[in-house]
C-alpha cells in the first residue's frame, strides 16, 4: 500500500502501518518542507518519517533523533551562522550524506532510498519528486519561506495564502508512479492538509496517478489530523481557519472528498458521521491519537481493516 | 613576523609567539594535508593552528578540539560513511562552513580569515596557497595519499618518495606575498620538514618570496622539530632516515641551511652546536619542548630575542 504523509503525523502512522505490512508499505513524503542550511539540504518531513521507521525518533522531543546531541550548532553559531533552525550532530550526517549523494549526482530518490536501506528500514520512503518544491506561506507582512514562519516564527503569523514554488515544473518519479500503480491501497495520512499533502498532490501528474489507481478499483482512504476542531500536532486547525475552512474534521473531509472513498475521523467526532457521508464518503469511526507502539499499530490495523472489508 | 607551520608543533610554536606578537604574527599554514572527507573541505593544519590560537585544542588527545564528541560521526558510520578519519561534531562545523564559503565563491583564504575572526583570533593564518595541493607519499606498496598514510596506516609504512600534487599549478597568495614582504623576521617552524614545510616552500614563488625578504635585511630562523634524534611527534625521524638525510637536527639544518640564518636547536643537541655553525648558520641552543603554555611562550621569547639581538 501507499501512505501519503508529511512529518509527525504521518511518521505515527506510517510507523503503525509498518507493523503489519513491512516491505509491503511505501511512504510518499512531503518535500515542501525542505531547506537548504549550512549548504546542506535538510529534508524534515522525509527524516521525520525514516527515524520513526528506524525506531530511533525522539518521543521526548516529538522531533529529531532520541539522545540527539547540538555540539555542531553550538560551532556553527559561533562561526557566525544563523541557528534558528537547529541541526543535530546524528541528524547533521543525514544532511551531509543526502548532500554529498546529490552533488555526486543521484537523484534525491536515490540518495534517500540509499540512506533508507543504511537505516535497514524494510519500508520505502520516496520524495514526492526529485525537483525542489518550496512551500511558501503569505502572511500579513508578505510571503515567507515555509521554515521561516514554521520553525523561526513558532508558526505565531496568521496564514493567508500557500504557494509552492517549483511545482509546475516539477516531475512525479518513476517510483512514485510504480508505487501508485502497484498500490493495493493508498491512504493520506493524518498530516496538515495544506503543508504536507496539497505539495504531494500538487506535484503535476501525482493527483491523476491517484485518480487513475482509483479508477481501476484501489480504495482511497484519508485520517483526519483534525480532533474535535484542534490539530493533534501544529497549526492545521488555524490555517483551515484562516484560509476560510470550518475548523474541524469536516473541513478536512470537504477537502478530500472527490479524491477519497473512505474518511477516517476519531471517536470524538463519531457526531460527524452523517455530515461526512452525505460528502459520499464512507467513515471509520476509532481513536485516531496515537500516542504509544500500540496505539500506533491499532490505528493502522483499524484503518486496514476496513479498507479490505470494503 | 611570519611563521611558517605544519600542525602541533607549529601551531604551539604559534601560540607562545601570539602571547608576545599578538596581531603583528601571521602564520603561512601548509595544505597539503587537506582532503574531502564527506564532500567537506577539512583542513587539517589551519584548524590545529586556529583551535590552538583559540585556545580550544584538546591537550589530551593532542588534535581537535578540547571536549569533542562524535555523535555525527557515529551517524555517519551507521550509513556506511568511512570513518577512519574520524571528525568530531564541532570540528565538524568548520567543515561544513568552509565548503559553503568556498561554493559561494570566495578564495579559501577568505574564507579561513573569516572564521579566525569569528574565533576572535588576533593571529591571522593564512594558506600557503588558495589552490588545491596534495601531498602523496610513496611506500613499498605504491603512491598513497597523505591522510591514507598518515591517519589510516597510522604512519606505519616507509616513506620512499614525497610528491605534492597541483604544487606546479598553485599560485601564492597576495596576502602570502604581502605578508613575508611586511615581516621583520621569519620563522619556519619545529614540524615535519618534508610534509608540512616542504610544500609551503614548494608553492611557486614561496621560496623566493622568503629569499627575497632575506635579501632585503628580513632574518629567518627555523626551529627543529628533531630533538635527541627523535622527533617530538610524528613519522619525521623516520622519513628522515628513509629518504637519506641523518636523522637528527643536523639533518634538518643542513635541508633548511641554503634558507635561514639562524637555526634553533634543543639544550641535549647542544653538542651539535659546532657542526651546525660550519653549516655557516647561527645557532640558538635553547629548551624547545612546549609541554605547556608557559614553555611555548618561553620558547617563542628566546627565538624572538635571539633575532633581535642578531
Same mark, same amino acid.
Given at each position: 500500500?501507499?501512505?501519503?504523509?508529511?512529518?509527525?503525523?504521518?511518521?505515527?502512522?506510517? %510507523?503503525?502501518?509498518?507493523?503489519?505490512?513491512?516491505?509491503?508499505?511505501?511512504?510518499?513524503?512531503?518535500?515542501?518542507?525542505?531547506?537548504?542550511? %549550512?549548504?546542506?539540504?535538510?529534508? $524534515?518531513? %522525509?527524516?521525520?518519517?525514516?527515524?520513526?521507521?528506524?525506531?530511533?525518533?525522539?518521543?521526548?522531543?516529538?522531533?529529531?533523533?532520541?539522545?540527539?546531541?547540538?555540539?555542531?550548532?553550538?560551532?556553527?553559531?559561533?562561526?557566525?551562522?544563523?541557528?534558528?533552525?537547529?541541526?543535530?550532530?546524528?541528524?547533521?550526517?543525514?544532511?551531509?550524506?543526502?548532500?554529498?549523494?546529490?552533488?555526486?549526482?543521484?537523484?534525491?530518490?536515490?540518495?534517500?532510498?540509499?540512506? =533508507? =536501506?543504511?537505516?535497514?528500514?524494510?519500508?520505502?520512503?520516496? $520524495?514526492?519528486?526529485?525537483?525542489?518544491?518550496?512551500?511558501?506561506?503569505?502572511?500579513?507582512?508578505?510571503?515567507?519561506?515555509? =521554515?521561516?514562519?514554521?520553525?523561526?516564527?513558532? =508558526?505565531? $503569523?496568521?496564514?493567508?495564502?500557500?504557494?509552492?514554488?517549483?511545482?509546475?515544473?516539477?516531475?512525479?518519479? $518513476?517510483?512514485?508512479?510504480?508505487?501508485?500503480?502497484?498500490?493495493?491501497?493508498?491512504?493520506?495520512?493524518?498530516?496538515?492538509?495544506?503543508?504536507?499533502?496539497?505539495?504531494?498532490?500538487?506535484?503535476?501528474?501525482?493527483?491523476?496517478?491517484?485518480?487513475?489507481?482509483?479508477?481501476?478499483?484501489?480504495?482511497?482512504?484519508?485520517?483526519?489530523?483534525?480532533?474535535?476542531?484542534?490539530?493533534?500536532?501544529?497549526?492545521?486547525?488555524?490555517?483551515?481557519?484562516?484560509?476560510? %475552512?470550518?475548523?474541524?474534521?469536516?473541513?478536512?473531509?470537504?477537502?478530500?472528498?472527490?479524491?477519497?472513498?473512505?474518511?477516517?475521523?476519531?471517536?470524538?467526532?463519531?457526531?460527524?458521521?452523517?455530515?461526512?457521508?452525505?460528502?459520499?464518503?464512507?467513515?471509520?469511526?476509532?481513536?485516531?491519537?496515537?500516542?504509544?507502539?500500540?496505539?500506533?499499530?491499532?490505528?493502522?490495523?483499524?484503518?486496514?481493516?476496513?479498507?479490505?472489508?470494503?
Amino acid at each position: 500500500m501507499v501512505l501519503l504523509a508529511g512529518g509527525v503525523g504521518g511518521a505515527k502512522l506510517a %510507523h503503525g502501518l509498518q507493523t503489519h505490512l513491512a516491505y509491503r508499505l511505501t511512504v510518499i513524503v512531503n518535500t515542501g518542507d525542505d531547506l537548504e542550511r %549550512h549548504g546542506l539540504l535538510v529534508c $524534515p518531513d %522525509h527524516d521525520t518519517v525514516m527515524y520513526t521507521l528506524a525506531g530511533i525518533d525522539s518521543r521526548e522531543l516529538g522531533w529529531g533523533i532520541e539522545g540527539e546531541t547540538f555540539a555542531a550548532a553550538e560551532m556553527l553559531a559561533r562561526y557566525g551562522e544563523e541557528t534558528w533552525f537547529r541541526l543535530g550532530d546524528r541528524d547533521l550526517a543525514s544532511h551531509i550524506v543526502r548532500t554529498r549523494g546529490l552533488a555526486a549526482g543521484l537523484r534525491l530518490t536515490e540518495v534517500l532510498l540509499g540512506m =533508507q =536501506q543504511a537505516m535497514g528500514l524494510p519500508v520505502r520512503i520516496l $520524495p514526492m519528486t526529485d525537483d525542489p518544491v518550496r512551500t511558501e506561506v503569505r502572511t500579513d507582512d508578505g510571503w515567507l519561506d515555509f =521554515q521561516t514562519y514554521f520553525v523561526r516564527l513558532h =508558526q505565531a $503569523p496568521d496564514v493567508r495564502e500557500l504557494r509552492y514554488r517549483g511545482i509546475d515544473d516539477a516531475r512525479v518519479t $518513476p517510483e512514485v508512479l510504480d508505487a501508485l500503480g502497484r498500490a493495493g491501497v493508498i491512504v493520506i495520512g493524518p498530516s496538515n492538509p495544506f503543508l504536507s499533502i496539497a505539495p504531494i498532490l500538487g506535484v503535476p501528474g501525482m493527483r491523476e496517478a491517484v485518480s487513475a489507481a482509483r479508477a481501476r478499483g484501489t480504495p482511497v482512504a484519508a485520517v483526519s489530523g483534525i480532533v474535535g476542531g484542534r490539530a493533534i500536532k501544529g497549526p492545521a486547525d488555524r490555517i483551515l481557519g484562516s484560509l476560510g %475552512h470550518e475548523v474541524s474534521a469536516m473541513g478536512v473531509a470537504r477537502y478530500y472528498a472527490d479524491l477519497v472513498d473512505l474518511f477516517v475521523v476519531d471517536s470524538v467526532d463519531a457526531a460527524l458521521e452523517p455530515e461526512i457521508r452525505s460528502l459520499g464518503l464512507e467513515v471509520l469511526v476509532t481513536d485516531t491519537i496515537m500516542a504509544d507502539d500500540a496505539a500506533r499499530a491499532r490505528v493502522a490495523a483499524s484503518v486496514l481493516e476496513s479498507m479490505a472489508s470494503r
